[in-house]
């Protein structure tokens, strides 16, 4: 059972031009949240998803960012007309159904490095 | 909504002393508590959880958590240290009907000297 992941690695942007990183969750898990690592920072929360709907975007900048999750294929986060602050190593992480309402743990990707310059 | 706060950002300790990473949190309802290890260039691996019954957590290589419910903390710990465990470290709490969303602490820098 492969992990999380999550491509390109790194991404390299010149500033006005748009990113998409892919996520491939675990098999299984139809559960996935986006984070944010800025430099020097802790991991931010911006968006949860399950397949074809959005349940939590209160993290997602309200300009430029956009995420989906299909029904098929992987969940895409997407930056329009990135700027130098949007650099930051962006991480997805999966997990499976709940089951019982019990919380389970979330299982990280490997996370993309985004530049812009 | 859930905060935690690592009071230590970094922490240098020489190899096989002890290590304590401090973690507290605040939150109006019950949660369930994580510590993430993050090694250079990598992404976040799960070192330990708390969900329910015993308090104090271990993990497979030496760690160990102890969740305090009165002074709201979920410290980990290390009675000996090996170079390897050079990293960062991440305390982590989610509330049950947020489903699995994290909420990270800023992480505390751990780096072990010979």
């Known amino acids: 059972n492969a992990g999380v992941m999550q491509n390109p690695r790194h991404l390299v942007r010149r500033r006005g031009q748009e990113a998409r990183l892919r996520c491939s969750p675990m098999k299984g898990h139809s559960h996935v949240y986006w984070y944010r690592q800025l430099p020097e920072e802790g991991l931010k929360f911006m968006v949860y998803l399950q397949k074809e709907n959005i349940i939590d975007e209160s993290g997602m900048p309200k300009e430029r960012f956009s995420a989906e999750f299909p029904k098929e294929g992987p969940s895409i986060l997407r930056i329009q007309q990135v700027v130098r602050g949007d650099s930051a190593a962006y991480f997805c992480?999966?997990?499976?159904?709940?089951?019982?309402?019990?919380?389970?743990?979330?299982?990280f990707g490997q996370g993309t490095r985004l530049t812009v310059v | 909504a859930q905060s935690v706060t690592q009071l230590d950002s970094q922490v240098p300790v020489f190899e096989e002393a002890p290590v304590e990473l401090r973690c507290n949190y605040s939150?109006?309802?019950?949660?369930?508590l994580f510590w993430y290890v993050q090694y250079p260039n990598q992404g976040l691996q799960l070192l330990l959880k708390?969900?329910?019954?015993?308090?104090l957590v271990e993990s497979i290589n030496g760690f160990e958590a102890e969740f305090n419910k009165s002074q709201t903390s979920f410290h980990l710990r290390k009675p000996s240290v090996h170079i390897s465990d050079t990293a960062e470290y991440f305390c982590?709490?989610?509330?049950?009907?947020?489903?699995?969303?994290?909420?990270f602490g800023g992480g505390t820098r751990v780096l072990v000297k010979p």
């Open positions: 708390y969900l329910s019954g015993s308090t």
């Open positions: 939150s109006s309802v019950s949660v369930y």
């Open positions: 992480a999966s997990s499976p159904r709940k089951a019982g309402g019990q919380n389970t743990e979330a299982f």
């Open positions: 982590a709490v989610s509330a049950g009907a947020a489903g699995n969303k994290l909420t």
